[in-house]
């Protein structure tokens, strides 16, 4: 069945600093893929998504770039501020032709800390 | 903003008794799905439904029921409650937009069962 493995958090930066939140999939076909960020007490966003290969998602800084032959859709942002402390979700939803479609298979989440 | 709402948004009860968490939306969208949300599992898919009266379980549905007599409300019934059903509850709703279909969540209930 499908998977996403998450990089293993909490990731606690400073003010500025590149983040980098790694995440890899398993899954057949050409699954789209998501990252959802969650503020404490809320629920989950849509931060930003990509629905085939090569494809680059981006919002509000951040950017993930759909690699299909590392099975990889890792999270970036060059400059992180406090507002962006949160847990982070790297998730899949399977591809069209297959019974996955529409039903979105998450990772455990990356909890992220920005110090000022 | 998908539109949705939750209710309750907290709640606490006791092991056996029945709960049901309420899911609405108002944008007319035909899937929804609900989550539960815990510690080093993201998020799993307890059931979702594709139309009114249309339903199927999801990776962990046992334990758990749900209804759908309305487009706008999805029902999650726990039957007789367990301690390791406490949990925050996601409702989602899917939508093609801007390419290729996305989940959008509702604020969840948070579940504690004593």
């Known amino acids: 069945g499908n998977s996403v493995t998450q990089m293993e958090g909490p990731v606690t930066l400073s003010e500025e600093a590149f983040l980098t939140i790694n995440c890899t999939y398993t899954a057949t076909g050409y699954p789209s893929l998501f990252w959802y960020v969650q503020y404490p007490g809320e629920g989950l966003q849509l931060l930003l998504k990509?629905?085939?290969?090569?494809d680059k998602g981006s919002n509000k800084g951040f950017e993930a770039t759909y690699r299909k032959e590392t099975t990889s859709f890792h999270l970036e942002k060059g400059s992180v501020q406090v507002s962006d402390s949160a847990v982070y979700f790297c998730?899949?939803?399977?591809?069209?032709?297959?019974?996955?479609?529409?039903?979105?298979?998450f990772g455990q989440g990356t909890i992220l800390t920005v110090h000022p | 903003d998908a539109g949705i709402t939750q209710s309750p948004r907290h709640k606490v009860t006791e092991t056996g008794t029945p709960v049901t968490l309420r899911c609405h939306q108002t944008e007319n969208h035909r899937y929804m799905y609900w989550y539960r949300q815990d510690p080093g599992h993201g998020l799993r898919l307890i059931h979702y439904?594709?139309?009114?009266?249309?339903?199927d379980k999801g990776e962990v549905s046992d334990g758990y029921s749900v209804s759908r007599s309305k487009t706008e409300d999805f029902l999650l019934t726990l039957e007789s409650a367990t301690s390791s059903q406490t949990s925050v509850y996601f409702c989602?709703?899917?939508?093609?937009?801007?390419?290729?279909?996305?989940?959008?969540f509702g604020p969840g209930t948070r579940l504690l069962v004593l």
């Open positions: 990509a629905t085939k290969a090569d």
């Open positions: 998730a899949l939803s399977g591809d069209s032709g297959g019974t996955s479609y529409g039903k979105l298979t």
């Open positions: 439904s594709y139309g009114v009266k249309d339903t």
């Open positions: 989602a709703i899917s939508e093609v937009r801007g390419g290729g279909e996305t989940q959008y």
